[in-house]
């Protein structure tokens, strides 16, 4: 038996709430899409260890996360169960409390479970964030740049934002790219400032903005090859602050990871093999 921490909630937990319209994404890859996984599970990268750079991860199903410190080839350095045996939620990665390490979440249909401590089995904050049977593609990011990532939700071309992780409705919410979008949404603070904002990846086009509001990108570049050979990841893999492409190529066996350190067009600077 797991026995939560004071202040823990039990993965399992749930509440009550009903927050957005019923659409639903029908053209971006959704939580569902089978291609979104490699055949070991689900790419992830965040700051595991507060260091300032963002480094691989896998989740590979069944509340099974595997982390590594470093942008290398290697073994997992972290390995711990989040999650069910016969988990259906989508994985998120984020700085939930602020303290500059990033931890795990799942997200079931429209419930969030967001862990503050990587390797703890229950989660510390649960709240609803959606319609109830939610398929919108969930994005997690520090909106506001109160240094805390919250989530979002895109359907479609709909994004809908909120700054807190807490039940509630989306504080922004606009348009970004066409109706029945089929890029792959991402987020980050691409220039520097702070705050996380959307991007867009249609066959290895990548198309970045710099403000959570409808409008064209600010920056467009090509860098790597069509969904599904290669799954597009972000992040800071040099420690600038800013965070830049990477690509996942499924192809290899096992997976090849190619990182950037500029949002420009050009080879990967970075590039190892992680499971």
């Given at each position: 038996?797991?026995?939560?921490?004071?202040?823990?909630?039990?993965i399992?937990?749930?509440?009550?709430?009903?927050?957005?319209?019923?659409?639903?994404?029908?053209?971006?890859?959704d939580?569902?899409?089978p291609?979104?996984?490699?055949?070991?599970?689900?790419?992830?990268?965040?700051?595991?260890?507060?260091?300032?750079?963002?480094?691989?991860?896998?989740y590979?199903?069944?509340?099974?996360?595997?982390?590594?410190n470093?942008?290398t080839?290697g073994?997992?350095e972290?390995s711990?169960?989040?999650g069910?045996?016969?988990?259906?939620?989508?994985?998120?990665?984020g700085?939930?409390?602020?303290?500059?390490?990033?931890?795990?979440g799942?997200?079931?249909?429209?419930t969030?479970?967001?862990?503050?401590?990587?390797?703890?089995?229950?989660?510390?904050?649960?709240?609803?964030?959606?319609d109830?049977?939610e398929?919108?593609?969930?994005?997690?990011?520090?909106?506001?740049?109160?240094?805390?990532?919250?989530?979002?939700?895109v359907?479609?071309?709909q994004?809908?934002?909120?700054?807190?992780?807490?039940?509630?409705?989306?504080?922004?919410r606009?348009?970004?790219?066409?109706?029945?979008?089929?890029?792959?949404?991402?987020?980050?603070?691409?220039?520097?400032?702070g705050s996380?904002?959307?991007?867009?990846?249609?066959?290895?086009?990548?198309?970045?903005?710099?403000?959570?509001?409808?409008?064209?990108?600010?920056?467009?570049?090509?860098?790597?090859?069509?969904?599904?050979?290669h799954w597009?990841?972000?992040?800071?893999w040099?420690?600038?602050?800013?965070?830049?492409p990477?690509?996942?190529?499924?192809?290899?066996d096992?997976?090849?990871?190619?990182?950037?350190?500029?949002?420009?067009?050009?080879?990967?600077?970075i590039?190892?093999?992680y499971?």
């Open positions: 038996m797991k026995v939560p921490r004071p202040g823990a909630v039990a399992g937990a749930a509440a009550t709430a009903l927050l957005l319209s019923a659409t639903t994404a029908t053209a971006t890859p939580r569902n899409d291609a979104i996984l490699s055949s070991t599970g689900v790419t992830l990268t965040g700051d595991w260890n507060g260091d300032g750079i963002d480094t691989p991860g896998l590979v199903g069944g509340g099974a996360w595997r982390l590594r470093s942008n080839s073994s997992p972290i711990f169960q989040f069910d045996p016969d988990e259906q939620g989508f994985p998120v990665v700085d939930w409390n602020g303290d500059g390490v990033d931890t795990v799942l997200v079931r249909g429209d969030w479970f967001l862990s503050n401590f990587l390797g703890f089995p229950v989660a510390d904050v649960v709240f609803r964030y959606g109830p049977g398929q919108g593609f969930p994005v997690t990011g520090d909106w506001n740049g109160d240094g805390v990532d919250t989530p979002g939700l359907r479609d071309n994004w809908f934002l909120r700054d807190s992780n807490t039940t509630g409705g989306a504080d922004a606009f348009t970004y790219g066409d109706q029945n979008e089929v890029g792959i949404p991402v987020a980050g603070d691409w220039d520097g400032n996380d904002t959307p991007g867009l990846v249609r066959d290895g086009v990548w198309l970045l903005r710099d403000a959570n509001s409808g409008g064209l990108a600010n920056v467009t570049f090509s860098y790597g090859n069509p969904w599904p050979a597009p990841v972000t992040g800071d040099d420690g600038n602050r800013t965070n830049t990477g690509v996942v190529d499924f192809t290899q096992p997976a090849l990871w190619n990182l950037r350190n500029s949002n420009t067009t050009g080879f990967g600077e590039t190892f093999t499971f």
